[in-house]
């Protein structure tokens, strides 16, 4: 069974948007958390969003107003909103979710989200 399953990328316009879903096969309190990292083409993953088991968020400075990361604890799936797309938003995305015991960490299979025009 995939821990972690991704969905919802594609190719969209600047300006555009697109929301990216991540389903866990269980409990998403499996996990400490739950996130989205992306890389670039040429260049190194980085963290865009996370949420917490207590809900709390956070964002990279490059996407905050813009990009909105939410949960459905009863579909076991996290979301991440994306609006206002830009091309430098062009990379895979990749949905995260450390274990909530021990340090093994999860990751999705990855997602390839173009933006161009």
């Known amino acids: 069974q995939v821990p972690l399953l991704e969905s919802g990328g594609g190719l969209v316009q600047p300006g555009g948007s697109l929301r990216l879903s991540c389903t866990a096969s269980?409990?998403?309190?499996?996990?400490?958390?739950m996130g989205w990292y992306r890389q670039p083409p040429g260049k190194q993953r980085e963290l865009v969003a996370m949420?917490?088991?207590?809900?709390?968020?956070n964002y990279t400075d490059s996407v905050k107003g813009r990009f909105t990361i939410s949960r459905d604890i009863a579909k076991n799936t996290v979301y991440l909103q994306m609006n206002s797309l830009k091309p430098e938003d062009t990379a895979v995305y990749y949905c995260n979710a450390p274990a909530r015991f021990g340090s093994y960490v999860y990751w999705g299979q990855g997602t390839q989200v173009t933006v161009s025009s």
């Open positions: 269980g409990s998403i309190f499996s996990f400490k958390a």
């Open positions: 949420i917490t088991n207590g809900g709390t968020t």
